[in-house]
């Protein structure tokens, strides 16, 4: 399960992606089940615990829960949908306001806050794009083909930039390339 604040990153970034305002978009997620420790609702329903669940605290029992799984076929019970449930709820909030949302209300956002110019933009069914920094593409081999690096959070320590040394294609130049290096150690 990511952290909130992986969770709180993916819905500003998928509430720009969608022209909604992410601040408001988070408002409305902390309203309701962005929180530590919370993924079923903690509130009480008929005696029992409401069975709304995730970040947008999607309904199961005749709300936007069931409409979530008939769309995607997956439980919003399930911690491992919190990126869908996100798009989802966004998606939603796109179309038809922050209406369902109770907890928007409770802390004062309007119905169609943040709202104006949004529109939907799906469900991604992959794992999310890295929500910190930026991918470079990393050169692999002399193929001229790139790879995605592996992701590294920014860090305030700049690293000095080392030219990659030229590889040999083929076995001579490999051999030759061994052979140099081998001099060099021995020296």
């Known amino acids: 399960m990511p952290s909130i604040q992986e969770i ?30 919370v993924w079923q609702s903690n509130m009480s329903l008929n005696g029992e615990r409401e069975k709304s669940y995730g970040p947008f605290q999607l309904f199961v029992g005749g709300g936007l829960g069931n409409e979530f799984t008939k769309e995607t076929g997956k439980s919003p019970a399930d911690p491992s949908t919190v990126y869908q449930q996100v798009d989802f709820a966004l998606d939603h909030a796109a179309k038809g306001g922050w209406g369902p949302w109770h907890g928007a209300a409770r802390v004062g956002i309007g119905d169609r806050q943040g ?17 910190f920094g930026s991918m470079a593409p990393m050169p692999t081999g002399n193929s001229g083909q790139s790879e995605p690096t592996s992701f590294a959070p920014p860090s305030t320590i700049e690293a000095p930039v080392i030219a990659p040394m030229p590889m040999p294609t083929g076995t001579v130049g490999l051999a030759q390339l061994l052979q140099e290096l081998l001099q060099q150690r021995l020296g």
């Open 115 to 131: 709202l104006d110019g949004a529109r939907s933009a799906g469900i991604s069914s992959e794992a999310p794009p890295q929500l």
């Open 8 to 37: 709180e990153a993916y819905i500003r970034q998928a509430a720009q992606k969608r022209g909604i305002d992410p601040s408001t978009a988070v408002g409305v997620a902390k309203s309701e089940g962005l929180a530590p420790g």
